[in-house]
């Protein structure tokens, strides 16, 4: 079932959960370590090269960012959903006080906000195994509802070879492998996150 992007576009930055915008939409969070691309990710789904902001610092995203997303199929009609980028987790130079602020309004966000259907956990295609990532995955899976579901994607996959490419496809069956430079099979990323974001 194919969508055809209409729109995309910033609607506002959120410090912590009172500040977001109101539940209108099903939302789609997107999650990873600082640099995995999570922004250039965004800006791929939505075919804009500066809808989300992407830095060269790693860190630097520190609000919950959301973006409108407007969606036709020829059998659903026009669908709306927020996508949501949120601030990256681990390389962060910031003070102690300041970071325990952010997790603690990260948390708060991930585990309350209603209308969030999916979670979208990027990870770097060249670092697949690291302890932060596996953390990530038993602090969703701890709270997720059943109304809600968990994707991995992996980013930067044109970066491997052929056969590092077969090693981490048979180790992740479930996950889907993005490539911003190739844009590889992103109208099928794009069904399937919407289809997942639906219930379907």
Same mark, same amino acid.
């Given at each position: 079932?194919?969508? $055809? @992007?209409?729109?995309?576009?910033?609607?506002?930055?959120? $410090?912590?959960?009172?500040?977001?915008?109101?539940?209108?939409?099903?939302?789609?969070?997107? #999650?990873?370590?600082? /640099?995995?691309?999570?922004?250039?990710?965004?800006?791929?789904?939505?075919? $804009? !090269? /500066? @809808? %989300?902001?992407?830095?060269?610092?790693?860190? !630097?995203?520190?609000? =919950? /960012?959301?973006? #409108? *997303?407007?969606?036709? /199929?020829?059998?659903?009609?026009?669908?709306?959903?927020?996508?949501?980028?949120?601030?990256?987790?681990?390389?962060? !130079?910031?003070?102690? +006080? $300041?970071?325990?602020?952010?997790?603690?309004?990260?948390?708060?966000?991930? &585990?309350?906000?209603?209308?969030?259907?999916?979670?979208?956990?990027?990870?770097?295609?060249?670092?697949?195994?690291?302890? =932060?990532?596996?953390?990530?995955?038993?602090? =969703?899976?701890?709270?997720?509802?059943?109304? &809600?579901?968990?994707?991995?994607?992996? +980013?930067?996959?044109?970066?491997?070879?052929?056969?590092?490419?077969?090693? @981490?496809?048979?180790?992740?069956?479930? %996950?889907?492998?993005?490539?911003?430079?190739?844009? *590889?099979? =992103?109208?099928?990323?794009?069904?399937? #996150?919407?289809?997942? *974001? @639906?219930?379907?």
């Amino acid at each position: 079932m194919h969508y $055809q @992007l209409l729109r995309s576009s910033f609607v506002t930055s959120a $410090q912590n959960i009172l500040e977001c915008p109101s539940p209108l939409f099903s939302e789609v969070v997107f #999650l990873g370590r600082s /640099n995995v691309g999570k922004s250039t990710f965004i800006n791929l789904l939505c075919n $804009q !090269k /500066n @809808l %989300a902001k992407s830095s060269q610092t790693p860190g !630097k995203t520190q609000l =919950i /960012n959301f973006f #409108l *997303t407007e969606w036709f /199929n020829q059998n659903q009609g026009i669908l709306k959903f927020y996508f949501v980028d949120l601030p990256g987790f681990g390389y962060a !130079k910031v003070a102690k +006080t $300041q970071k325990e602020l952010w997790n603690k309004n990260l948390i708060e966000f991930l &585990q309350q906000r209603d209308n969030i259907k999916l979670f979208v956990h990027l990870i770097d295609s060249r670092h697949p195994f690291l302890e =932060i990532d596996k953390n990530l995955v038993s602090f =969703i899976t701890r709270f997720l509802r059943k109304d &809600q579901k968990f994707l991995q994607i992996f +980013t930067k996959f044109d970066k491997l070879n052929a056969n590092e490419k077969a090693k @981490l496809k048979k180790a992740f069956t479930t %996950a889907k492998f993005s490539s911003s430079l190739q844009k *590889t099979n =992103i109208v099928e990323i794009r069904d399937f #996150l919407i289809q997942n *974001t @639906l219930g379907k």
